[in-house]
């Protein structure tokens, strides 16, 4: 019996994958729009990009530092809010306003609820907010195409105003918009790997995408290209994949997912009609982050002889 009895916090049996392999995927993901943004909007992409992610590991490394907390931007969590803050701006966005909303994303919504798996909302989709308020029209505008060299308008603005743009445009990105945004074919090829990679599930997604569709289909008249133009346009399929998909501000159960992404859907819809703003899937996605522990009370599976009379 020299042999001790060791003792651990759960869990006890892992799966082998780590938080930093994960968001190492998250980040090849985005690698297709991120090509496609470029082709479409310019190397000033690129800056973008690198100016979001440098602060946002810039600015978790220093809250760290100053509070004195182990180092974590080794696990990339830092890097890839930064790689979807940036997919969420136009190219044309002041880097110091990048700069701002790196910040905010970090210390405001990340570092000061404790970190990485403590935060209540995602801090790329809550910074995107911010920036749309404190910035307006700065941090929302259209930009050049490779169709036009001049600003166009965004699809979301063409069908509303009864102009319903090339469905192949759309589909690969030739129109206004954000950098990570436009592109359908480059998100859809992420959205691939994570599920091939089992890094998400369909049921957000699919959910959110599906009911934005059916919403637009009726209110478009019975439509399918005008509803098929609204799916792929705006922050949508983005929003959707990448950010409504996040671990910690998600549910955990299947029918909770599939519940978030259809308010999600719903209340996008709402503001896409009947809101002042164009796009409304960060609002959508941020709300419901605020509902997911209620739906993960809702929706989690009892234990059995959970709930029974004490005998």
Same mark, same amino acid.
């Given at each position: 019996? !020299? ?8 869990? &006890? ?18 690698? +297709? ?13 690129? *800056?973008? @990009? ?13 809250? !760290? ?23 969420? /701006? ?21 570092? /000061?609820?404790?970190? @990485? ?20 029209? %700065?941090?929302?505008?259209?930009? +050049? ?10 699809? *979301? ?10 469905? @192949? ?30 890094? $998400?599930?369909? &049921? $957000? +997604?699919?959910? /959110? ?9 009726? %209110?478009?008249?019975? !439509? ?11 922050? /949508? ?50 709300? %419901? ?5 209620? @739906?993960?009370?809702?929706?989690? &599976? ?10």
């Amino acid at each position: 019996m !020299n042999e001790k009895l060791k003792l651990s916090v759960s869990p &006890h049996i892992h799966s082998g994958r780590s938080t930093q392999r994960i968001m190492l995927d998250v980040l090849i993901a985005l690698l +297709p729009a991120t090509v496609a943004g470029t082709i479409i909007f310019g190397l000033r992409s690129l *800056l973008v @990009i690198a100016v979001c992610m440098a602060s946002c590991v810039l600015f978790e490394m220093l809250f !760290n530092l100053i509070v004195k907390k182990e180092q974590t931007v080794s696990d990339l969590s830092a890097a890839v809010t930064g790689f979807l803050l940036a997919l969420n /701006l136009p190219a044309t966005v002041e880097i110091w306003q990048c700069v701002i909303g790196s910040l905010f994303a970090i210390v405001v919504v990340k570092c /000061l609820f404790g970190g @990485i798996g403590c935060n209540v909302v995602n801090p790329a989709i809550t910074a995107r907010v911010f920036m749309l308020i404190a910035f307006g029209s %700065m941090a929302t505008s259209a930009f +050049p195409t490779v169709v036009d060299t001049v600003a166009g308008a965004t699809p *979301l603005v063409e069908v509303h105003g009864g102009r319903t743009p090339a469905l @192949i445009d759309v589909f690969l990105g030739l129109t206004g918009g954000t950098i990570g945004e436009t592109c359908a074919l480059a998100l859809l090829i992420g959205f691939v790997y994570l599920l091939v990679r089992r890094v $998400i599930t369909w &049921h $957000i +997604p699919v959910s /959110l995408v599906g009911c934005v569709f059916v919403f637009s289909f009726f %209110m478009e008249g019975f !439509n399918v290209i005008d509803a098929l133009v609204l799916v792929m346009s705006g922050g /949508l399929l983005i929003g959707a994949i990448f950010m409504a998909t996040d671990y910690v501000t998600s549910p955990a159960t299947a029918w909770g997912k599939i519940i978030f992404g259809v308010g999600a859907g719903l209340i996008t819809c709402l503001i896409r009609y009947f809101g002042t703003y164009p796009e409304g899937v960060s609002f959508a996605i941020l709300f %419901m982050n605020i509902l997911t522990p209620y @739906i993960d009370s809702w929706t989690r &599976h009892k234990v059995f002889g959970e709930g029974g009379a004490a005998k």
